[in-house]
């Protein structure tokens, strides 16, 4: 393999992990509907120790607009309340029994134009970092191209593959941006 390929595939897991990042931050952001996503990182104090709401209960959606968490243990429940209520989604948990229900309320116009600053700037973030990871790779495929490692036609040839590969990935980061915000704005 050409050296400068073996530079462009060894920063494709790292471009993966990119997406990976930005589509779990895309999960937390509320839309319309309810999803355990929304809920299950919040930390809980139990026992003088945090947790994630997810090592506490199991998280499920009912409805549309609900979502249902049944602590593993009764005395939890007060912590879990607790926690949700300082997380500031606007959602109040109510305790019904042994179950902890929260509805959403409907997302407000000045709310839904929030989120989707959050959504562009989490997107920004991840276009960044996929910027950086072009710039490491092209400085080490201009740095071989000095130290005769890598022909100088082969390193335009490979300043077209990376820039290809990053626009894709771009390209991805896109889909996923427009696709949260057209959730956000249903």
């Known amino acids: 393999m050409e050296g400068y390929k073996t530079i462009i595939q060894n920063i494709k897991p790292e471009l993966d992990k990119v997406i990976s990042f930005l589509e779990k931050e895309l999960s937390r952001v509320r839309t319309g509907r309810a999803t355990p996503s929304l809920v299950e990182d919040v930390v809980v104090e139990c026992f003088g120790q945090k947790f994630p709401l997810k090592q506490l209960?199991?998280?499920?959606?009912s409805e549309p607009k609900q979502i249902l968490i049944q602590p593993w243990d009764r005395s939890y429940i007060e912590g879990i309340v607790h926690a949700l209520e300082k997380t500031g989604t606007g959602a109040n948990p109510i305790v019904d029994k042994e179950v902890i229900r929260i509805n959403l309320p409907p997302l407000s116009e000045e709310y839904r134009k929030n989120l989707i600053r959050i959504?562009?700037?989490?997107?920004?973030?991840?276009?960044?970092?996929?910027?950086?990871?072009?710039e490491e790779a092209w400085s080490e495929i201009q740095e071989k191209t000095k130290q005769g490692e890598i022909r100088e036609d082969d390193k335009f040839r490979a300043k077209d593959e990376l820039q290809k590969l990053v626009d894709e990935y771009n390209e991805k980061i896109e889909e996923l941006d427009e696709k949260k915000k057209k959730e956000i704005l249903e």
Do not use: L, P, Y
């Open 119 to 134: 959504i562009s700037e989490k997107e920004e973030q991840a276009c960044k970092t996929i910027r950086k990871w072009r």
């Open 57 to 61: 209960a199991a998280i499920s959606t």
